[in-house]
């Protein structure tokens, strides 16, 4: 069945849900539009039907509120992809723009050099023929200039994607004596884990993909060959069982993780304007 939601989005074409908060079906037009941008391909591991866009209300990094958040996700992923958006307005969390991947083509090279913020898009990952997390719905890339994508040559030489992403190499956001930089992954990985994307680009060697979130592949795989309603009760679960363990471990290590970033925001807070570089 079509939703009300859906079936607005989809008739008055940018025109957006009377609730900044909503999520929507993937209709035959859209879909045929993804089809038509090279967003969606044959082949590709999920469906329109198995496909939702959450639409949300975000902060700027502008200072301002901005009404017309989108991205495309997993059906069954859409509830928690929803909350992600709703708790990253609570804390101020700013971004730059989302955009569904139709405005750009398809084209990831350039939603990256936009700033904008998506998920879905049918493609491989970079520099490998598997499809990428993003083909399932199950990954999100946000603010890729404040998180780029840095990938080495053998010589060590680091490239960024995009090319604005180097000022943020150095991936501290409050360092003394300059501006607190608003916008970087770190501050919202616990977030995404919450809901069930444990996996951070951030986290890995060469390369490293600072805007990137995902669940695990066998995970999505899993998700995409069940029917959405019990796609739904196992990514569920899943979440639920993250929860418990976080929550026990949380506990025992206390909360001595993150001293430096601590100590960084008393000192930019106490130095005194004749030190600042
Ligand atoms: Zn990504």
Redesign the pocket.
């Known amino acids: 069945m079509l939703s009300m939601f859906a079936a607005m989005t989809s008739h008055a074409g940018n025109a957006r849900p009377a609730s900044a908060m909503a999520i929507a079906e993937v209709d035959q037009n859209m879909c045929q539009a993804m089809r038509d941008t090279g967003v969606l391909h044959k082949n590709a591991p999920v469906s329109c039907a198995q496909l939702r866009v959450v639409h949300f209300s975000y902060l700027g990094l502008d200072g301002k509120m901005h009404d017309d958040g989108a991205v495309m996700v997993m059906a069954a992923l859409a509830d928690h992809v929803q909350a992600i958006f709703a708790t990253l307005l609570q804390r101020k969390f700013a971004l730059a723009g989302a955009q569904l991947m139709q405005h750009y083509r398809g084209d990831?090279l350039a939603a990256m050099r936009a700033n904008n913020t998506s998920a879905f898009n049918d493609r491989a990952i970079i520099n490998g023929g598997a499809p990428?997390?993003?083909a399932y719905g199950a990954?999100?890339?946000i603010n890729p200039v404040q998180n780029p994508?840095v990938q080495f040559e053998a010589a060590g030489k680091a490239s960024y994607s995009p090319a604005a992403g180097s000022s943020y190499a150095n991936r501290l956001a409050v360092r003394p004596g300059k501006t607190v930089r608003k916008g970087m992954a770190e501050d919202v990985v616990d977030v995404f884990a919450e809901h069930g994307f444990l996996i951070w680009?951030g986290d890995w060697d060469a390369p490293i993909?600072y805007?990137?979130?995902?669940i695990s592949r066998p995970l999505a795989k899993r998700l995409a060959a069940l029917p959405i309603v019990q796609a739904k009760i196992v990514f569920n679960d899943y979440v639920k069982n993250y929860r418990r363990c976080a929550g026990t471990k949380r506990t025992a290590a206390g909360l001595e993780n993150s001293r430096l970033a601590k100590t960084n925001t008393v000192k930019a807070e106490c130095i005194s304007t004749a030190d600042k570089p």
């Open positions: 990831d990428s997390l993003h990954a999100i890339d994508f680009g993909d805007q990137h979130f995902q």
